[in-house]
């Protein structure tokens, strides 16, 4: 049922999903970095901070977070890891598709900026007051504890991003340190374990940082297990065949009854034949739950 429902859904949205998105987000990532090199002080400016969003006006914040890099502390680091994310980030939406591959990054965007409100909502409860140091803004409450909501940040999106590569390819090999190869489901297992370590010793801002961050990723598991572990040899299949059924020339072999679309004009369209019309009528995703029924001709004046 989970399914058909989310089936559902990608018919009624899926045209709205932003293909190449790793590319878009990596640029995001190289505008920060610039920001970072002209003028560091202005990234205090961009952070996700709940008190500055709804006491300041600043609603700005709420988007311009995704700007920040995970790290910009090193230019050919930042360039590798740009180059690493958007290669496992493209595998993966050829693997999943758009649509999921969105819903994915989306949802851990979203959630992200639910758990600093949630975050920020307990350290009103608590008597929050500011503590300025430097150019960052901490948030001092009544038990001691220090809130620093630059920690909701594009790292735990990464971390989710490669989590979710390797569940999905979990017997590629990559280079640790560009000498080492190693399967990435053991990177993943020890990425896993380190994140569980920094729950347990962080205390509940860090339960909620990274576990706001990283809940797409259990969505993921729990909604998608059909759609994981596949191999590369699978995904190269997949994409070659999709590639060769794309610039095939001649008769299209799909068309609408009702807008007339084929395959050769929106090779993301699916297309499926209604049990319910008399005769062979197939429709888009789009017109296949909107459409009329076409009845027999005996019950068309009914």
Same mark, same amino acid.
């Given at each position: 049922?989970g399914s058909?429902?989310s089936?559902?859904f990608?018919?009624?949205?899926?045209?709205?999903?932003?293909?190449?998105?790793?590319?878009?987000?990596i640029?995001?990532?190289?505008?920060?970095?610039?920001?970072?090199?002209i003028?560091?002080?202005?990234?205090?400016?961009?952070?996700?901070?709940?008190?500055k969003?709804? +006491?300041?006006?600043?609603?700005?914040r /709420? @988007?311009? &977070?995704?700007l =920040?890099?995970? *790290?910009?502390? $090193?230019?050919f680091?930042m360039?590798?890891?740009?180059?690493?994310?958007?290669?496992?980030?493209?595998?993966?939406?050829?693997?999943?598709?758009?649509?999921r591959?969105?819903?994915?990054?989306f949802?851990g965007?979203?959630?992200?900026?639910?758990?600093?409100?949630?975050?920020?909502?307990?350290?009103?409860?608590?008597?929050?007051?500011p503590?300025?140091?430097?150019?960052?803004?901490?948030?001092?409450l009544?038990?001691?504890?220090?809130i620093?909501?630059?920690?909701?940040?594009?790292?735990?999106?990464?971390?989710?991003?490669?989590?979710?590569?390797?569940?999905?390819?979990?017997?590629m090999?990559?280079?640790?340190?560009?000498?080492?190869?190693?399967?990435?489901?053991?990177?993943?297992i020890?990425?896993?374990?380190?994140?569980? +370590?920094?729950?347990l010793?962080?205390? /509940? @801002?860090? &339960?909620?940082? =990274?576990?706001? *961050?990283?809940? $797409?990723?259990?969505v993921?598991?729990?909604?998608?297990?059909?759609?994981i572990?596949?191999?590369?040899?699978?995904?190269?299949?997949?994409?070659d065949?999709?590639r060769?059924?794309?610039?095939?020339?001649?008769?299209?072999?799909?068309?609408?009854?009702i807008?007339?679309?084929?395959?050769?004009?929106?090779?993301?369209?699916?297309?499926?034949?209604?049990?319910?019309?008399f005769?062979?009528?197939?429709?888009?995703?789009?017109?296949?739950?909107?459409?009329?029924?076409?009845?027999?001709?005996h019950?068309?004046?009914?």
């Open positions: 049922m058909n429902f089936s559902k990608e018919r009624k949205f899926g045209k709205y999903a932003i293909p190449n998105i790793s590319l878009y987000l640029i995001c990532y190289a505008v920060g970095f610039l920001i970072s090199l003028n560091s002080d202005f990234l205090g400016y961009l952070t996700l901070d709940p008190f969003i709804f +006491f300041h006006g600043q609603v700005w /709420l @988007v311009t &977070w995704i =920040i890099p995970p *790290s910009s502390s $090193n230019l680091f360039l590798i890891m740009l180059v690493f994310y958007y290669s496992i980030g493209t595998q993966l939406e050829r693997t999943w598709g758009t649509y591959y969105n819903l994915y990054l949802l965007m979203l959630f992200t900026i639910v758990g600093s409100i949630l975050l920020f909502l307990y350290a009103l409860v608590m008597g929050a007051k503590l300025i140091m430097g150019t960052e803004t901490f948030y001092s009544s038990n001691g504890v220090l620093y909501f630059g920690a909701f940040s594009t790292y735990y999106i990464n971390m989710s991003i490669f989590l979710a590569y390797a569940a999905t390819f979990p017997e090999q990559v280079l640790l340190m560009f000498i080492i190869p190693i399967k990435v489901k053991w990177l993943g020890v990425y896993g374990a380190m994140l569980v +370590f920094e729950c010793t962080g205390g /509940l @801002v860090n &339960w909620v940082v =990274i576990g706001s *961050s990283l809940l $797409n990723f259990v993921f598991f729990l909604t998608s297990r059909n759609h572990h596949m191999s590369p040899k699978q995904m190269k299949r997949r994409h065949f999709k060769q059924t794309q610039s095939a020339a001649g008769v299209t072999k799909h068309k609408c009854a807008c007339g679309r084929t395959e050769k004009d929106d090779p993301t369209l699916e297309f499926r034949f209604c049990s319910k019309c005769g062979n009528y197939e429709y888009c995703q789009y017109h296949l739950y909107t459409h009329e029924h076409v009845r027999p001709p019950e068309a004046g009914r």
